[in-house]
């Protein structure tokens, strides 16, 4: 039984130990990227009288 008591500690201590990794962790920034392709005043629309712009 001691046994036993002791490998769940273990699996316990690494799971702590593993996880503070991810807590500590750089935080990435939040980067959007909004890109559009041929806009442009020529560009045929549903709105607008058939210009865009």
């Known amino acids: 039984m001691r046994s036993w008591t002791r490998s769940i500690f273990t ?11 991810t807590a500590f962790a750089a ?3 939040n980067i959007v990227v909004i890109w559009g392709d041929d806009i442009g005043q020529d560009n045929i629309s549903a709105y607008h009288r058939g210009l865009m712009g």
């Open 11 to 21: 699996l316990l201590l690494c799971g702590l130990w593993l996880s503070a990794g």
């Open 27 to 29: 935080k990435k920034p």
